[in-house]
């Protein structure tokens, strides 16, 4: 497991740089990159970013692939879609392909939305005969949840799926998420965690026992691939190694 910790104002450009550089590694091995991308506020000014930064990379956009880790059952064009703020964010100022983007079809209904995603990824990978994703993208929620895979979910027991549909709460009503069986297939892991408030939890990820049914984000373990914990100081508080955080 890799820990890079980097000052708020920092952040941003050095987590796309990192991502940048993966995808650009990818393309040049595998003559493809499929990445998964996160959503919610955290990745935002990463995004922003790598609509800046871009053109430093030698990329053929046309060999990379965009699938979301998880979604809300929202419409495309609500401030709530995790595609609507990608979108807005890097995807339409990059040359992306529009057909290498595929965000869930949230107006099918939610268990048709999550076979559909299913099937797509299956058919994703089976063409590009690869295993899983070469990049995810990952958040961590102050309860311990990543993707939508929420405390006390049955999402955190299916095994042997890549997709699953629910309503978590009356509150933060329907999800679509990608499952740990798939997510722990890819090559490189990145969590993206910043704010003082997170900082009980990504110790307790990090450093408490195995318990995922109360701290989903435990469940991420790459098989074969590496996991790097990319973190503002904030987040970092708890964790932070004797030495001052690298900046
Ligand atoms: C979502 C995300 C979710 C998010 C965490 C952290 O759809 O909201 O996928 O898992 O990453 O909730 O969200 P923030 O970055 O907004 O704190």
Known sequence: MKLEIKSKEDFPTFTA????????????????CTVALSGGNTPKSVYEA??????????????????????RMVDIDSPQSN???????????????????????????LDQAASDYEEK?????????????????????EDGHTLSIFPQSYGTRLRGEWVYGYKVDDVIGERLTLLPD?????????FLVNGKAKAPTVQKV???????????????????GNLEWLLDEEAAELIRPKSKASN
């Open 182 to 190: 798939l997510i722990n297939q890819a090559e490189h892991i990145l």
């Open 17 to 32: 740089r990192r991502i940048l550089s993966i995808i650009e590694r990818a393309v040049d091995t595998h003559q493809h």
């Open 83 to 109: 595609f609507g703020m990608a979108t807005r964010a890097f995807l339409d100022k990059i040359p992306a392909q529009p057909f290498n983007i595929f965000p869930f079809r949230t107006d099918f209904p």
């Open 50 to 71: 790598i609509a800046r930064l871009y053109p430093e990379y030698d990329i053929n956009w046309r060999r990379v692939y965009f699938f979301w880790g998880d979604e």
């Open 121 to 141: 990824l299956r058919n994703h990978f089976d063409v590009i005969t690869a295993s899983g994703f070469n990049l995810v993208l990952l958040g961590l929620g």
């Open 206 to 224: 990090m450093f408490s026992r195995f318990a995922p049914d109360d701290i989903p984000a435990q469940l991420i373990r790459p098989v074969n």
